[in-house]
């Protein structure tokens, strides 16, 4: 099945006002003539409202990374589905591996996250990985599957099929050590199988898989190539015009 590329830039904790502005200005520039893909960036919070009012004549999506369960209501710190959406996002990452290892969220937190998120309609992208000291002791895909199956825990088919999954083995998040292509193909085909268990062939066909971890203007190109991997979920590479253009230009 042919699903449509995304390329996503999560800029985690970067940028003032000024630099995002200039920062989605450029990339709106370099993104304007693609319309075989989807762009998706993920700015932090206090600049959501502005990057998407620099954006609003482009097709770029805009996703916040994180989002709460609830609408409002006293949860310091924590940002809902109903402003991401007024602050013009469509998405949110949910689940991110900084979030779990430095926040402690857990999968069933992950789960209400995700739950939430459907819930005001905005598209969660779940991000899964495991960590180097599991994949070096052969736990690689229980650990996937552990967050692929608590994480969609009560998801339904059809939200399912609304949804992103990003895999991001850990030990590639910015360390230039990036999964190989085999590597990062066989984790995504294990996770379309386990969709498609959990699921239905159909919609596992559909969903489309983003690789995450040290992804950049050498190494897009090939691991695009791979038949499970729809997209990327790009960080520090994404934070400079100059390299999320040739990234999101990936041929
Ligand atoms: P890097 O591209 O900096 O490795 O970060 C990946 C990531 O965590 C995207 O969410």
């Known amino acids: 099945m042919k699903r449509r590329p995304l390329l996503a830039g999560n800029w985690k904790m970067h940028t003032t006002v000024?630099?995002?502005?200039?920062?989605?200005?450029?990339?709106?520039?370099?993104?304007?003539?693609?319309?075989?893909?989807?762009?998706?960036l993920a700015p932090p919070y206090t600049v959501l409202s502005e990057v998407a009012h620099v954006l609003k004549d482009s097709n770029i999506l805009i996703a916040s990374q994180n989002v709460c369960w609830e609408q409002e209501g006293a949860f310091t710190g924590e940002i809902s589905p109903t402003m991401v959406k007024s602050a013009g996002g469509v998405a949110a990452i949910i689940g991110h591996s900084e979030?779990?290892?430095?926040?402690?969220?857990?999968n069933e937190m992950v789960n209400k996250r995700v739950h939430g998120a459907?819930?005001?309609?905005?598209?969660?992208i779940l991000c899964i990985g495991e960590t180097l000291e599991e994949r070096e002791g052969g736990q690689a895909f229980t650990v996937l599957e552990?967050?692929?199956?608590?994480?969609?825990?009560?998801?339904?088919?059809?939200?399912?099929?609304?949804?992103?999954?990003?895999?991001?083995?850990?030990?590639?998040?910015?360390?230039?050590?990036?999964?190989?292509k085999e590597q990062a193909q066989e984790a995504h085909a294990f996770?379309?199988?386990?969709?498609?268990?959990?699921?239905?062939?159909?919609?596992?066909?559909?969903?489309?898989?983003?690789?995450?971890?040290?992804v950049n203007v050498d190494n897009v190109n090939e691991l695009m190539a791979q038949a499970d991997i729809d997209g990327a979920l790009v960080g520090g590479a994404a934070l400079k015009a100059?390299?999320?253009?040739r990234i999101i230009n990936f041929t």
Not at 118 to 124: A, C, D, K, M
């Open 191 to 214: 996770v379309r199988k386990l969709l498609a268990e959990m699921y239905e062939k159909d919609i596992a066909d559909s969903v489309r898989i983003l690789y995450g971890g040290s």
């Open 99 to 106: 979030r779990r290892r430095i926040f402690h969220e857990d």
């Open 146 to 180: 552990g967050q692929v199956r608590e994480g969609l825990a009560g998801v339904s088919p059809d939200a399912m099929g609304k949804m992103v999954v990003a895999y991001e083995p850990v030990w590639a998040i910015g360390t230039g050590k990036t999964a190989s």
């Open 18 to 40: 000024i630099e995002a502005c200039h920062l989605a200005a450029e990339i709106g520039a370099c993104s304007a003539h693609l319309d075989d893909r989807d762009i998706l």
């Open 242 to 245: 100059e390299s999320f253009c």
């Open 118 to 124: 459907l819930r005001f309609g905005l598209i969660p």
